[in-house]
């Protein structure tokens, strides 16, 4: 086959990047050809554009983006919530909802089933002793509402 018959048929790859994987910079590209091109400043005349409101959603580069860690801890600080370990944000009151924290300490533990053996040993132990602590919290409530 020839070359110009190979490229009819698929799709050609071409390496823009402007270092080698030894970070050092690559011969064939120029320095300035990938570069995009810088903002321009507003006018002299014109004031600069003001700052986003606090009511306003920050920009999407702005917004921390979601680990599988952060998604445990917030999980987590859901079932806290629930078992009234932490206040409702809204209403500022302590609520128990034992069946919700029950359901959540659940998928939590599902998640663990499901992961088992591709997390990093940080997620892994992290996710573990959030399940010990919510699973040992829950059965104490439990049993003082049995109680009564």
């Given at each position: 086959?020839?070359?110009?018959?190979?490229?009819?048929?698929?799709?050609?790859?071409?390496?823009?990047?402007?270092?080698?994987?030894?970070?050092?910079?690559?011969?064939d590209?120029p320095?300035?050809?990938?570069?995009?091109?810088a903002s321009?400043?507003?006018?002299a005349?014109?004031p600069?554009?003001?700052?986003?409101?606090?009511?306003?959603?920050?920009?999407?580069?702005?917004?921390?983006?979601?680990?599988?860690?952060?998604?445990?801890?917030?999980?987590?600080?859901?079932?806290?919530?629930?078992?009234?370990?932490?206040?409702?944000?809204?209403?500022?009151?302590?609520?128990?909802?034992?069946?919700?924290a029950?359901?959540?300490?659940?998928?939590?533990?599902?998640?663990?089933?499901?992961?088992?053996?591709?997390?990093?040993?940080?997620?892994?132990?992290?996710?573990?002793?959030?399940?010990?602590?919510?699973?040992?919290?829950?059965?104490?409530?439990?049993?003082?509402?049995?109680?009564?």
């Amino acid at each position: 086959m020839s070359d110009e018959n190979d490229e009819s048929r698929g799709f050609r790859v071409t390496d823009r990047r402007r270092f080698a994987d030894t970070g050092d910079p690559r011969a064939d590209v120029p320095p300035d050809a990938e570069r995009p091109p810088a903002s321009e400043p507003p006018p002299a005349g014109e004031p600069p554009p003001p700052p986003p409101s606090a009511h306003e959603a920050p920009p999407r580069e702005a917004v921390e983006a979601v680990t599988f860690s952060t998604f445990v801890l917030g999980l987590s600080t859901q079932a806290l919530s629930l078992l009234g370990e932490i206040p409702d944000p809204q209403t500022g009151q302590h609520m128990r909802d034992l069946v919700g924290a029950k359901q959540l300490i659940d998928i939590l533990g599902l998640l663990r089933e499901k992961t088992r053996n591709n997390l990093a040993q940080g997620e892994e132990s992290l996710l573990d002793s959030i399940l010990y602590d919510l699973r040992m919290r829950y059965v104490e409530l439990a049993r003082s509402v049995k109680e009564r």
